[in-house]
């Protein structure tokens, strides 16, 4: 582990970290941020899963969740998006290869070698936070669009590992929208019986778990009916009885404006499920 940034903020610190990933092969950079609470003892911790051609920075810079943070005592982990190096395969595209993990495990090559997203971040992840930092081991975990998309199959393929999940703009239904059936059959081939288990849509409809959503949608988002499709999760929701929490926030679009906007309101959320 290799500290490469550290930067007061709000009472804490904001570090990165650099850390060699024997599930992906590859160095790993996390963003960190650590409340002044953490000076007192340990303090649950926030996972937060980033989207399309983002890394690391992007939540760190543009959020602002580090006063909400503080505030609340939360340690805020927020990993790169997908696996980087040399030999990590990639594609042109922006919607495939490095920035576009989907945070699943890869099956064909030569994709398999590198991306396993889904098990870094369910597995060697937090066992490297709580190894590392003064982590409690109360979890919660979060993210936007493709990290939308993660942190709710995360939550709903792992009942009882996190106290709470919330996601801004999330591709909810990837197997039944371009980006989503781009990536997985690339990453996962023509079986769309194998693509259900990262869909959750899919996952609600059969989930062990009750764990409330909270999940906020701008009304302005360009991707809002092509790609995110929330009404899907909602009738998915509807039908199995599972809590759901969808909010239409007129105006806002796709970007990190309407993060920062209600990026305190989630961090609230969390606090009162990771304290309760």
Not at 114 to 119: A, I
Request: aromatic residues 10%.
């Amino acid at each position: 582990m290799e500290r490469i940034e550290h930067h007061a903020c709000f009472g804490g610190w904001q570090d990165v970290y650099r850390h060699r990933s024997k599930v992906l092969g590859c160095d790993m950079t996390v963003g960190v941020y650590l409340p002044p609470q953490a000076q007192e003892g340990p303090c649950p911790v926030l996972y937060w899963l980033s989207g399309l051609t983002c890394n690391e920075q992007n939540f760190v810079t543009k959020a602002g969740a580090q006063r909400y943070a503080a505030e609340h005592g939360i340690i805020l982990v927020a990993p790169d998006t997908s696996p980087r190096g040399e030999d990590v395969a990639d594609d042109e595209a922006y919607d495939l290869g490095k920035g576009a993990g989907f945070y699943l495990n890869a099956t064909r090559d030569p994709w398999a070698k590198h991306y396993r997203m889904y098990d870094y971040i369910v597995e060697e992840l937090p066992a490297w936070v709580e190894a590392n930092l003064p982590a409690s081991g109360a979890r919660a975990i979060s993210g936007h669009s493709m990290g939308g998309h993660g942190a709710l199959v995360i939550a709903l393929r792992n009942p009882g590992r996190y106290r709470s999940v919330s996601a801004f703009s999330p591709i909810v239904a990837p197997t039944q929208v371009p980006w989503g059936e781009k990536a997985f059959s690339t990453y996962l081939g023509e079986d769309r019986e194998a693509w259900k288990q990262y869909d959750a849509v899919e996952l609600v409809k059969a989930a062990q778990e009750k764990l409330p959503l909270l999940v906020d949608q701008g009304g302005g988002d360009d991707f809002l009916a092509g790609q995110l499709r929330p009404e899907l999760l909602r009738d998915a929701c509807e039908a199995a009885g599972h809590p759901l929490t969808l909010r239409m926030q007129p105006g806002y679009d796709h970007s990190y404006y309407f993060i920062s906007s209600f990026i305190g309101e989630h961090l609230a959320h969390h606090a009162r499920a990771l304290k309760g």
